[in-house]
């Protein structure tokens, strides 16, 4: 068993909410004391599935289909989930994002995890997908200048990009485990294996998730053998 406190996230860079949400998680683990006995990984969910591959379309005509509403309404959501953002010091743009197929993305943060940088690189593509203006979905350059920025290699990003088989099969095991895991949707957190969080929860919500867990952990501790107490042994003060 690690030492270490993992808390597993399943998540989209197409999602709002989880930019949202893993925000609120970092405030929570700001707070906590046994941060440095944390370790978050990423899983893989696709919102999207069947988006076709190199082909956008706008956010708010995206999700206004999906939900049968009109796009006012979505843009009027949008603004709701900017100023959420903008509570946790996120930059936001509510306006002309585009969505895509983030099937490639969850490739190259599969190579990422490989690397160490694969926390580095879904905060960078979740900034790069929010908060700026060129499309992490139609712009291949940008994602490899994203990479690059984190402390990948650019022919690496590249090489695994141009290969749709690299990081794949990872990429659907995550996806078949979400589903075994009984989450629906993202993002969806999972703390030790034992505690699970759907959505972007308070960020109290978080910090009693973290301290849940953290005192629910199994300690090593040694059972003296009854009878063995004082036989002959060294020490620092000689033997």
Sequence with gaps: MSDKL????????????????EGRLEQALEAFPNRDEVEVVYRSFELNPEAPKDVTRPVVEVVAEKYGTTVEQIE???????????????DYRTRGRDSGNSFDLHRLTHYAKEQGKQRELFNRLYKANFAEERSVFADREFVVEAATEVGLEPAEVRKVLDDPTAYAAEVRADEREAAQLGAR????????????????QPTEVFSQALDQAWSDRPRRSLITVEGTEGAEACGPEGC
């Design 6 to 21: 993992t808390v597993e996230v399943w998540t989209d860079i197409n999602c709002p909410f989880c930019y949202v949400g």
């Design 185 to 200: 949707g993202v993002p969806f957190f999972v703390l030790d294996r034992k505690y699970g969080i759907s959505g972007a």
């Design 76 to 90: 009027a959501n949008e603004d709701r989930i900017g100023a959420m953002a903008g509570e946790l010091g996120l």
